[in-house]
C-alpha cells in the first residue's frame, strides 16, 4: 500500500508556497501516519485538505469539472489572488521502496480561457540506485510528450520512450495511461490517488432513508451508514461485532444497532438502548452518536484505505469523546498492518491532547495573507513542556505557540 511522503502546494488560494513532509527526493523527515492541521478560521485548513479532493477530481472527472466544482468557483477563484503562475502540486510517495519515492508534479493553468494541465511528470530512481537524481517515465507538456513503460528500470535513452498525445488537455495522463498493463508504476499511482477518502461526515445525511441493499463503500457524507453495517453484517460478522462494541463504548447504554428494512424497501438504522422498550431510529439519534457510529463504520474496513482526510471532526461531539476519537484514529494510524494515513483538521485542543508534536501542525497567515505552515516541534518550548508531561492542546489554547487560542 503506497503512503504519501509529502506534498508542495503552489498557488492554491492561500496556499502560496507551502511544504509538508518530505519535499526533496529521499531526504527529510516523511509525513507522519497522523498528520494534524491546526490554525484560525480562514488560514488556510480546509484548503489544504481541499488539495487532496481537488486532485482527486481531476483524476475522475477532469480539471475542468475539479475547477468548476460549485465549492470552487473557478480557475480564478482557485490561484492565489495576486499570483499568475500555475496551480501546482507535487507529491511524494512510497509505493514500497521509501528509497526510491515516487514523485508526481501536476501544474494547471488556464488555456484559451479554459482550465487544463499544462504539465504533467513522474519521476523514480532507477531500481537499486540510493542515490543520485530521479528519472522521469512520465513527461507530458500540454497533453503531449514521452513515457517509459516497465515496473522498474528507467530509461533516459530518448530511444526507449514511447511518445503521446492525449486527446484531452483537461484530463489527466495518469487517467488513461493508468489503465494500460505495460505502465504499472502509473496504474500504481492511479489507483493510489483513487482510494483516497475524504470524510464530509454530515449527521443529517445519515438520517437520510436509504434504499436496502448492502454497500461496500461509506459514501464522503455518511448518508449509506445503514447499507455499509448491512453489507458488514453479511460479509464481516467479525468487524460487523466490532463496530457494535466501538460505538457502545463511546455512547453509554447502547445495546445494539442493526440495519432493518422497513416496509416500503427502505433502509432504517435501529438502536436499542438500556432502560426503554422501544428501539430508535436514525431520524431521532443525537450528531455525535451518528458520528460515531460513521467513524467505527469507516475504521473498521476489513480493506482499509491508504488514505484518510477528516475536516473537523470534533463538530457534534461532547469533549471527552472527542479525544477518545483522536486516540482512536491515531491508533489505526499507527497499525502497521492498515498502513492507513489520517490527516485531519481541527479546532479543538481535546483533540489535539491525544497528539505529539511530530504529528501537529501549525497553519498561519503571513503579512502577505498567504498561509505559512511550521510543526510544533520547531516551537523548543512546546517541546520541553510536552515532555514534562503537559498536553499539546493545553499548550495550544494557553498561548504557548502562535497566538491563535482564541480561533
Excluded at 489507483?191 to 461496500?216: C, H, K, M, N
Excluded at 455525535?288 to 473537523?312: H, N, Q, W
Amino acid at each position: 500500500m503506497a503512503r504519501l511522503q509529502g506534498i508542495r502546494i503552489k498557488n492554491f488560494r492561500a496556499l502560496a508556497d507551502v511544504a509538508v513532509g518530505q519535499v526533496k527526493y529521499a531526504s527529510g523527515d516523511t509525513l507522519p501516519g497522523m498528520a494534524c492541521f491546526i490554525g484560525p478560521n480562514g488560514s488556510g485548513k480546509s484548503s489544504l485538505m481541499d488539495v487532496f479532493g481537488f486532485i482527486s477530481q481531476c483524476l475522475s472527472d477532469g480539471v475542468e469539472a475539479a475547477c468548476d466544482h460549485p465549492a470552487r468557483g473557478g480557475f480564478d477563484r482557485l490561484r492565489t489572488q495576486g499570483c499568475a503562475g500555475p496551480v501546482e502540486f507535487e507529491l511524494f510517495f512510497d509505493a514500497g521502496d521509501a528509497e526510491r519515492p515516487i514523485v508526481y508534479a501536476l501544474a494547471i493553468d488556464q488555456v484559451s480561457g479554459v482550465p487544463a494541465v499544462l504539465r504533467e511528470s513522474l519521476r523514480q530512481r532507477r531500481r537499486g540506485e540510493t542515490r543520485g537524481k530521479p528519472y522521469y517515465f512520465l513527461k507530458l507538456e500540454k497533453g503531449k510528450g514521452k513515457v517509459w513503460a516497465g515496473a522498474y528500470d528507467v530509461s533516459i535513452d530518448s530511444k526507449k520512450a514511447e511518445r503521446v498525445k492525449l486527446a484531452d488537455a483537461t484530463q489527466l495522463g495518469i487517467a488513461t495511461l493508468g489503465n494500460l498493463d505495460k505502465h504499472p508504476r502509473i496504474v500504481t499511482v492511479r489507483e493510489y490517488i483513487e482510494e483516497w477518502y475524504l470524510s464530509y461526515f454530515v449527521p443529517d445525511a445519515a438520517r437520510e432513508l436509504q434504499a436496502t441493499g448492502a454497500q461496500r463503500w461509506l459514501d464522503r457524507r455518511g448518508s449509506n451508514v445503514g447499507n455499509v453495517l448491512q453489507y458488514y453484517q453479511r460479509q464481516y460478522p467479525k468487524q460487523f461485532g466490532q463496530i457494535l462494541k466501538d460505538v457502545a463504548r463511546a455512547i453509554p447504554g447502547l445495546k445494539k444497532i442493526e440495519p432493518k428494512p422497513s416496509e416500503d424497501n427502505r433502509l432504517l438504522i435501529r438502536f436499542d438502548e438500556a432502560g426503554y422498550k422501544d428501539p430508535f431510529y436514525q431520524q431521532s439519534m443525537s450528531d455525535g452518536t451518528l458520528k460515531m457510529l460513521a467513524y467505527a463504520v469507516l475504521l473498521a474496513d476489513p480493506k482499509p484505505r491508504p488514505f484518510i482526510g477528516i475536516e473537523e471532526p470534533e463538530n457534534g461531539l461532547y469533549v471527552q469523546l472527542i479525544e477518545q476519537l483522536a486516540r482512536r484514529l491515531v491508533a489505526h494510524a499507527e497499525d502497521k498492518k492498515t498502513r492507513t494515513q489520517v490527516l485531519v483538521t481541527t479546532h479543538s485542543p481535546y483533540f489535539v491532547d491525544a497528539l505529539k508534536p511530530e504529528q501537529v501542525w501549525l497553519i498561519e497567515k503571513g503579512p502577505d495573507g498567504c498561509a505559512r505552515v511550521t510543526r510544533t516541534t520547531e516551537f523548543q518550548a512546546v517541546r520541553e513542556m510536552v515532555d514534562q508531561g503537559i498536553p499539546l492542546g493545553s499548550l495550544w489554547y494557553s498561548r504557548h505557540f502562535g497566538g491563535l487560542a482564541s480561533s
